[in-house]
């Protein structure tokens, strides 16, 4: 009686115990990581050949790292906004293509953006003599990951920067710069809660 008792006990451990590891294993391999997005290259030109020496175009340069293992990422027509100082004035917007990027893969996409309101850009710089202005990129897209022959539902990328530029409107930062979202930080917080309760979940089955 006690016997049999006992291995329906052990039985049923061994049923929640590999429930558990099949969870844990499931939420690693399904976890996804949002790609990076940095801007290497901001620089506004100026019109040489009048005296208005106003700036006439935006050129810049984003790079886009899958920073998944062993997922593909699927972007959505990427929407690029950058801004005078403050976000007072939109400088002009820019559309990526959709692409396709494999993992462990880095993307470098090139823009030109045509400055309309040349007057609101040259208030906006900063004087020639080593200050600079923090001018402002926004991107928003929505990315799918490949996961073996699935793509996952959209999720919604939304994530910006300052840009600090000097008075021939260079960014002055040589390194990227990272563009953030305000919602990385509790996302990683989830992620790591997440973590922290598959542990404690296998431990307290170990343990039991
Ligand atoms: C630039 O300014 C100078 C003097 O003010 C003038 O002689 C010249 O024609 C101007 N050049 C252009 C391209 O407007
Ligand atoms: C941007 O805003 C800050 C604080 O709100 C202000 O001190 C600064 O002068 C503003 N810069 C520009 C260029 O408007
Ligand atoms: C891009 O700029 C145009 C004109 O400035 C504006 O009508 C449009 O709404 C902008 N698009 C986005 C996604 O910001
Ligand atoms: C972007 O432009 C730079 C210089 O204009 C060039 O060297 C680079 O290859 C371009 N990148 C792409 C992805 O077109
Ligand atoms: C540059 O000039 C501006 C205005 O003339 C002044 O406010 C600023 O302090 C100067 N910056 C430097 C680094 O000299
Ligand atoms: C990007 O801009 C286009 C056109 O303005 C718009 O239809 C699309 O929804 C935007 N994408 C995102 C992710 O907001
Ligand atoms: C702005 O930065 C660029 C690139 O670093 C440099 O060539 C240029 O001389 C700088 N301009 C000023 C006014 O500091």
């Given amino acids: 009686m006690s016997d049999s008792g006992g ?6 451990f061994n049923f929640i115990f590999t429930l558990g590891l099949t969870a844990l294993f499931m939420w690693l391999s399904l976890r996804t990581s949002s790609p990076d997005c940095l801007l290497s290259k901001f620089y506004l030109p100026l019109d040489q050949t009048s005296n208005s020496s106003n700036p006439t175009s935006l050129e810049f340069e984003l790079r886009l790292k899958n920073t998944n293992k062993d997922k593909g990422v699927y972007y959505d027509p990427i929407n690029v906004t950058f801004y005078t100082p403050n976000k007072s004035h939109v400088i002009g917007n820019f559309t990526i293509t959709k692409f396709y990027q494999g993992h462990k893969k880095n993307a470098r996409k090139n823009g030109t ?21 923090p001018f402002r990129v926004d991107l928003v897209t929505s990315v799918r990951y490949k996961i073996l ?60």
């Avoid at 291995?7 to 049923?12: A, F, N």
């Fill in 113 to 133: 953006i045509p400055i309309i309101d040349q007057d609101v850009v040259s208030r906006a710089a900063p004087p020639a003599n080593g200050s600079t202005a």
């Fill in 149 to 208: 022959m699935f793509k996952t539902k959209r999720h919604t990328i939304r994530v910006g920067a300052n840009v600090d530029v000097n008075g021939t409107l260079f960014k002055v930062n040589h390194k990227d710069i990272k563009l953030k979202s305000n919602a990385d930080k509790i996302r990683s917080y989830c992620g790591q809660m997440g973590f922290f309760f598959a542990n404690l979940l296998v431990l307290g089955l170990l343990i039991f």
């Fill in 7 to 12: 291995g329906c006990c052990k039985c049923c």
